[in-house]
């Protein structure tokens, strides 16, 4: 009798469902089922129900997901980003309730906005102007699981519709939030490059580039993130909303100063406002996701060069 745990992978040929896909694998102890578009539509909830009921995983994660965050300001596309980030998940809990599976559903710093609350440091007795308790205090500052979201855009109001879906249709749920996901393009027609290998592009054919530097958050290196979501499980931690980053916040112009200075680019970059690259979709200047249930991750820097080496492997 095989006593595998069964393992269901949604959006399996996608940035994150691959590796997803790859970390499950060397596991004995699971069944990998993945399904990427071809096999299942989650939007067609009753189709979705059937198969995902027949198969009857132990754990579904879903990894499908809207993330064209301009194109979602359109009013066509935003219903679309609604279905596919919001309504699904919860039709994928009510599936998840039904057969008694966990879900992991994976979610964005985008559902913050403004600034994250200031909490004083224990022991502050709030009678000085400046003390040695709040020294530090900013490196600290950012959004914690528990904060209440307030999107600005779009996408960021749908993937907030995911997450309200989930939890109130199922309890056994692990929502993973992250932010400036990077790795390998998924395999499937017309997958996003991620940032890095856009600015490597545009770092090879240009002497100056010019970057956003009034926008601050948080990497997740896609393998980074599997192995870590495969903890969450492995160690059945309790059920909620986890941040999973890799640390070492930073805006996309310091990030770019050390991608070029890895890949040995001479390619001047020049920090600039998000006003002068106006887009559809409004941004936060700060989305920094506090990491508070978990180890954290390795720097995005240390990420980064195991990523731009396994480029160069190819």
Known sequence: MNKNKKILIIGSKGMLGQEMVNVFRKDEAYEITS??????????????????????????????????????????????????????????????????????????????????????????????????????????LGFREDESPKPISNYGRSKLLGEKEVIKNVKKFYIIRLSRLFGRPGKVPGAKKNFFDLMLEVGKKNREVKVIN??????????????????????????????????????????????????????????????????????????????TKLNSLRSYKDALREYLNNIKKK
């Open 35 to 140: 399904w990427d578009i071809n096999e299942i539509d989650i939007t067609n909830t009753k189709d979705a129900n059937n198969k995902i009921t027949k198969l009857k995983p132990a754990v579904i994660v879903n990894c499908a997901a809207y993330n064209a965050v301009d194109t979602a300001e359109n009013k066509i596309e935003y219903e679309k980003a609604k279905i596919l980030n919001g309504k699904a998940p919860g039709s994928l809990a009510k599936t998840a309730k039904k057969i008694s599976a966990t879900l992991v559903h994976f979610s964005s710093d985008y559902v913050f906005s403004d600034m994250p609350e200031m909490r004083e440091p224990e022991g502050c007795s709030h009678t000085c102007a400046t003390c040695s308790l709040h020294q530090g205090g900013m490196n600290e």
């Open 214 to 291: 009034d926008e601050i958050s948080c990497f997740t290196y896609a393998p980074d993130l599997a192995r870590k979501t495969k903890e969450i499980i492995d160690a059945k931690k309790s059920f909620g909303i986890y941040h999973i980053i890799n640390s070492e916040p930073c805006s996309w112009y310091e990030a770019v100063l050390e991608l070029y200075k890895q890949a040995k680019l001479k390619t001047k970059v020049i920090p600039v406002s998000s006003d002068d690259f106006p887009r559809p979709a409004a941004r936060p200047f700060f989305s920094v996701l506090t990491n």
